[in-house]
Antibody
Framework: EVQLLESGGGLVQPGGSLRLSCAGS????????LYWVRQAPGKGLEWVST????????YYADSVRGRFTISRDNFKNTLYLQMNSLRADDTAVYYC????????WGQGTTVTVSS | DIQMTQSPSTLSASVGDRVTITCRAS??????LAWYQQKPGKAPKLLIY???SLESGVPSRFSGSGFGTEFTLTISSLQPDDFATYYC?????????FGQGTKVEIK
């Protein structure tokens, strides 16, 4: 079964850091670009970042550029999102997803930024 | 940035109704458009990609059309399982963008 499983969410204070992970299984991980998408409580979907199959190309939303870093380890079949300088408006469910038009999504991990 | 505007924001319909949701792009995206269904507390589910290609396993009552800046998602006969929020998504250029969503409610 093709699957993505996020982990690493939690409660963090403003200005803090968190690293999200997304483990892929059931498919050739290195053959797919990967996305992070977030959804603030009661709001719509917001694209956060994309990384190419090899990891050589990365793209970011303006709202996170300079604070978040996307990376991947194709040997471990794992996608990462390092989030620094977190703000209250980063509070959201964070989803990882596969492909340039996301066709497989994880179940999401919740990040809450609050003092 | 390419803005994606969906209409309506909310739609009230009955089982069996034909439902159409529109998505407009602020500039041409060719056919690089996907449609998603999302239910509360769940991840989005891909319905349509490349504007009109039906994802495997998605019922044939769902269809997509359009090119350039105007796109539609049609549900030919609304079923109880279809009450959800629908999003369009352009993957033509970066930054990627989503529409604001259309909530399909029971009338």
């Amino acid at each position: 079964e093709v699957q993505l499983l996020e982990s690493g969410g939690g409660l963090v204070q403003p200005g803090g850091s968190l690293r999200l992970s997304c483990a892929g299984s059931g498919f050739t991980f290195s053959s797919y670009a990967l996305y992070w998408v977030r959804q603030a409580p009661g709001k719509g979907l917001e694209w956060v970042s994309t990384i190419s199959e090899s990891g050589g190309d990365t793209y970011y939303a303006d709202s996170v550029r300079g604070r978040f870093t996307i990376s991947r380890d194709n040997f471990k079949n794992t996608l990462y999102l390092q989030m620094n300088s977190l703000r209250a408006d980063d509070t959201a469910v964070y989803y990882c997803a596969r492909n340039y038009y996301p066709d497989v999504w994880g179940q999401g991990t919740t990040v809450t930024v609050s003092s | 940035d390419i803005q994606m505007t969906q209409s309506p924001s909310t739609l009230s319909a009955s089982v069996g109704d034909r439902v159409t949701i529109t998505c407009r792009a602020s500039q041409s995206i060719s056919n690089w458009l996907a449609w998603y269904q999302q239910k509360p507390g769940k991840a989005p589910k891909l319905l349509i990609y490349r504007a009109s290609s039906l994802e495997s396993g998605v019922p044939s009552r769902f269809s997509g059309s359009g090119f350039g800046t105007e796109f539609t998602l049609t549900i030919s006969s609304l079923q109880p399982d279809d009450f959800a929020t629908y999003y369009c998504h352009q993957y033509s250029t970066y930054p990627r963008t989503f529409g604001q969503g259309t909530k399909v409610e029971i009338k």
